[in-house]
Antibody, heavy 119, light 106 residues
Framework: QVQLVESGGGVVQPGRSLRLSCAAS????????MHWVRQAPDKGLEWVTL????????YFADSVKGRFTISRDNSKNTLYLQMNSLRAEDTAVYYC????????????WGQGTLVTVSS | SYELTQPLSVSVALGQTARITCGRN??????VHWYQQKPGQAPVLVIY???NRPSGIPERFSGSNSGNTATLTISRAQVGDEADYYC?????????FGGGTKLTVL
């Protein structure tokens, strides 16, 4: 069965960096676009970034552009989110999500990993 | 602010029909998707491309999209349907979510 497992969250000081990982299994990872979506405490969903199946195309929300990068290693079935210059407003649960075949929506989500930016 | 407008909350009597709306100018020309999220859990896709149900989603969930409003309809509402619901669409190579609607089943 399809599984997405995020890791790497934790408490980090403002201005520091953190890298999240998402380990995928149960499907051919290298043929799907992947996304990161976050949710601040008691807030709604906010899309963060996407990467195409082969890593050739990447898009970012304005709120993280220039600070976050997305990458993938299809040989390891793993998605990454490198977060630099972290701010308090980046505090959220970060979910990785698979883009459904045919595009546009997300058919599988991980359980999320909490990132807390605080001094 | 959210570019997709959802009511903060919707209440429905047990066994009745709930309708959750998602508004944006000319949203009917776009594909809209809906997610259900229960407390402490990841979102679950319940409707994709306006009106299609993924496998495993009950037929009680349906969707429509026309003009300036997309609608998620939940028939014969059950206590287990209590959750936050989010609409979502694409906009110029980025993804947009609505602000979310809390559904309460009375």
């Amino acid at each position: 069965q399809v599984q997405l497992v995020e890791s790497g969250g934790g408490v980090v000081q403002p201005g520091r960096s953190l890298r999240l990982s998402c380990a995928a299994s149960g499907f051919t990872f290298g043929t799907y676009a992947m996304h990161w979506v976050r949710q601040a405490p008691d807030k709604g969903l906010e899309w963060v970034t996407l990467i195409s199946y082969d890593g050739s195309n990447k898009y970012f929300a304005d709120s993280v552009k220039g600070r976050f990068t997305i990458s993938r290693d299809n040989s390891k079935n793993t998605l990454y989110l490198q977060m630099n210059s972290l701010r308090a407003e980046d505090t959220a649960v970060y979910y990785c999500a698979r883009e459904r075949r045919g595009g546009e929506s997300f058919d599988y989500w991980g359980q999320g990993t909490l990132v807390t930016v605080s001094s | 602010s959210y570019e997709l407008t959802q009511p903060l909350s919707v209440s429905v009597a047990l066994g009745q029909t709930a309708r959750i709306t998602c508004g944006r100018n000319n949203i009917g020309s776009q594909n809209v998707h809906w997610y259900q999220q229960k407390p402490g859990q990841a979102p679950v896709l319940v409707i994709y491309r306006d009106s299609n149900r993924p496998s495993g989603i009950p037929e009680r969930f349906s969707g429509s999209n026309s003009g300036n409003t997309a609608t998620l309809t939940i028939s014969r509402a059950q206590v287990g349907d209590e959750a936050d619901y989010y609409c979502q669409m694409w906009d110029s190579s980025t993804v947009v979510f609505g602000g979310g609607t809390k559904l309460t089943v009375l």
